[in-house]
């Protein structure tokens, strides 16, 4: 199966989470932070109001609480709209 976004929407694959501190120490995965990076796997046409700004294989940042929440054959995505991406990562 696959996910095709419709109208401005994107699916997004976090990004892994860091699992070390900066210092060294080791971070169980219940005190890991949501990965702020993400890359864009797939997007929708989009509309007149919101054209699509991103494009398969860019690294996005989104807003901490953005999108919706899917798991497909094991792995997590996020579907979020495009207005919700706050920037592209270089």
Do not use: C, F, N, W
């Not at 994107?10 to 080791?26: F, M, P, R, Y």
């Not at 169980?28 to 699509?52: L, R």
């Not at 996005?60 to 798991?71: A, M, P, R």
């Amino acid at each position: 199966m696959t996910i095709k976004p419709l109208a401005d929407r994107v699916l997004l694959k976090a990004q892994k989470a860091e699992e070390t501190t900066a210092s060294g120490i080791v971070l169980a995965s219940a005190a890991q932070e949501k990965p702020e990076v993400s890359e864009v796997i797939a997007v929708g046409p989009g509309t007149e109001e919101h054209p699509m700004t991103v494009k398969v294989g860019d690294k996005v940042i989104i807003g901490k609480y953005s999108g919706t929440q899917v798991k497909l054959d094991g792995t997590e995505y996020t579907i979020a709209e495009i207005k919700d991406v706050l920037a592209v990562v270089e």
